[in-house]
């Protein structure tokens, strides 16, 4: 018999494949996931700086015009408070007044830069004074 007179039967198609899904080795894993996380790209940058800093990100938009005199108002308001409540609450505190000015002006230079909140108080208050005094 030769074998083109031979009739080959097809075998049904296997509709159900198993896959046996080996697992990739750990340090493969974790090159592939270091090398994602760790690139550097413009945009990838842009985005951690705007994180980081988001007054990068507001104060382009910022209405001087409309806005300057409510804030020169609210920041004069907020010095007369603040001045005589950093100095009584280190008195309390049992360290030097200046301490508490320090305090309470670099805090909010600081959240100005790194902040993301427009509605928070930033600065000392009377429970970290009786803990520091203790």
């Known amino acids: 018999m030769e074998p083109q007179d031979l009739c080959l039967v097809d075998a049904p198609p296997q509709l159900l494949e198993r896959r046996v899904r080996r697992p990739r080795p750990?340090?493969?894993?974790?090159?592939?996931?270091?090398k994602e996380e760790v690139?550097?790209?413009?945009?990838?940058?842009?985005?951690?700086?705007?994180?980081f800093f988001p007054v990068v990100t507001w104060l382009p938009k910022y209405k001087l015009r409309e806005y300057v005199w409510g804030d020169l108002m609210s920041g004069l308001i907020i010095g007369i408070i603040l001045v005589p409540q950093a100095i009584a609450y280190c008195l309390l505190a049992g360290v030097e007044p200046i301490y508490g000015l320090?305090?309470?002006?670099?805090a909010n230079i600081i959240y100005f830069f790194m902040g993301t909140s427009r509605h928070v108080s930033v600065g000392i208050f009377s429970?970290?004074?009786?803990m520091v005094g203790q």
């Open 26 to 34: 750990t340090l493969s894993v974790l090159k592939s996931r270091i």
């Open 39 to 51: 690139a550097c790209s413009v945009p990838r940058a842009r985005t951690t700086l705007l994180g």
């Open 102 to 106: 320090y305090t309470s002006f670099f």
């Open 127 to 130: 429970l970290m004074s009786l």
